[in-house]
């Protein structure tokens, strides 16, 4: 047995696990070997239902409705999956093979022998918002930067290296980078769709299994399932698929927050007149207005997207529930709608900074960024002199 094939009996059901790099000839033709040659009654995939339906019908794409992605809140979400995708699809140029491409061998070919298939993966909103609910700033900055550095990143990687990654040492090697520098990430992007994988391989009920899964889960879920078949681990996942809620402390302080500042509002008219008053108002104004509206102007919005920013951010910064980001990112796409040309070239453009102001749907997520950075200065400065000002009354 090869180091990226692993045969399991447990319990009078054979699995037999087989590790792939995503971008690799290789694994393609390895996975379709193992299929054909084990016949198995079912053919388990490190997919979602949403990546496979993507996967086997990538024209659904261009007809994305990006103005929905940002009313549901997954304007971060959808940026995060267009660069870690584009980094594997980058990667796997000098090999010819597109992200995936093993997994849909997999499906075609269990499809081709009337086999049935599972997708055991957990839905990567759901692993990307516990990636982030679960972070602390400083692990928030670090995702960040790890997605910026990889969407931007020039380097190449030979089809040599990639067939290596497969390899356990290579692969212990990266995980352990991975523990030491995002002991978060690890945990979630890993440890825990190791177990969430093993409990739907089992779960598929066949007795003939075939697992096609990255080779940086293959140690895992060996062991995640060894572990079920003997009863210490069970196949309940709910706990792992829950998004971790802001604590009270901090919702108390983001409504504490505004709160204050409206109460300085109250008071500065107070002890300082109408004209104390409106000079704190105007004070909290400018500071929030013109940093969002500037930060929109970089990002090359238009000009009622602009205007929205500088006009919307005060009362922005006050309202928990709503954020500038969220109002100048609708107002960008529906002034400036994306082309089907737009989601054509996406994984193309997401690499270079030209890319995001030409391409419309990324100018829209840019913004949204953009903006949001550009009130959270403004409400900070502003209110630092709000302050200020309130204590020369």
Not at 179 to 204: F, G, H, Q, S
Not at 228 to 241: K, L
Not at 334 to 343: A, I, R, Y
Request: net charge neutral; aromatic share 6%; glycine share 8%.
């Amino acid at each position: 047995m090869s180091q990226t094939k692993r045969k399991l009996e447990l319990n009078g059901i054979t699995i037999t696990l087989i590790g792939t790099a995503h971008v690799s000839k290789e694994s393609i033709d390895e996975v379709t070997t193992a299929i054909k040659d084990l016949s198995p009654d079912c053919v388990a995939i490190e997919l979602d239902e949403k990546r496979a339906d993507s996967i086997q019908n990538p024209e659904k794409y261009a007809k994305l409705d990006i103005v929905k992605v940002l009313k549901k809140g997954q304007g971060f979400l959808m940026l995060a999956n267009i660069i870690l995708s584009s980094f594997q699809r980058r990667i796997g140029m000098n090999t010819g093979v597109k992200p995936g491409d093993e997994m849909l061998a997999a499906m075609n070919t269990a499809k081709e022998l009337n086999i049935k298939t599972a997708m055991v993966d957990r839905p990567v909103q759901i692993t990307l918002k516990r990636a982030w609910s679960q972070s602390s700033l400083w692990g928030k900055c670090k995702l960040l930067a790890s997605l910026l550095t990889s969407a931007f990143s020039k380097e190449e990687i030979e089809a040599e290296e990639i067939e290596n990654l497969k390899n356990t040492s290579e692969m212990d090697s990266m995980m352990n980078e991975l523990a030491e520098y995002m002991p978060v990430i690890k945990e979630v992007i890993i440890d825990e769709r190791n177990k969430y994988l093993a409990a739907k391989i089992w779960e598929t009920g066949g007795k003939n299994i075939v697992a096609v899964l990255g080779a940086g889960h293959l140690q895992g879920v060996e062991e995640y399932l060894e572990k079920i078949a003997v009863g210490t681990e069970s196949t309940d996942v709910e706990n792992i698929m829950q998004i971790k809620k802001g604590s009270i402390t901090g919702k108390i302080i983001g409504w504490l927050i505004p709160i204050s500042i409206i109460g300085l509002f109250i008071g500065g008219f107070i002890y300082g007149g109408v004209r104390g008053g409106t000079q704190m108002l105007s004070t909290w104004f400018l500071w929030n207005a013109i940093p969002a509206a500037i930060m929109t102007l970089l990002g090359l919005g238009h000009p009622l997207t602009i205007i929205v920013a500088f006009v919307g951010a005060p009362f922005t910064s006050l309202c928990p529930f709503v954020g500038i980001g969220f109002l100048t990112a609708i107002v960008q796409a529906l002034v400036c709608p994306p082309k089907v040309s737009d989601m054509e070239t996406l994984q193309n453009d997401v690499t270079s900074i030209k890319g995001f102001y030409k391409n419309r749907i990324l100018r829209t997520l840019l913004i949204l960024i953009l903006s949001t950075i550009g009130s959270m200065i403004g409400t900070f400065a502003g209110g630092a002199d709000v302050i200020k000002t309130f204590n020369q009354l």
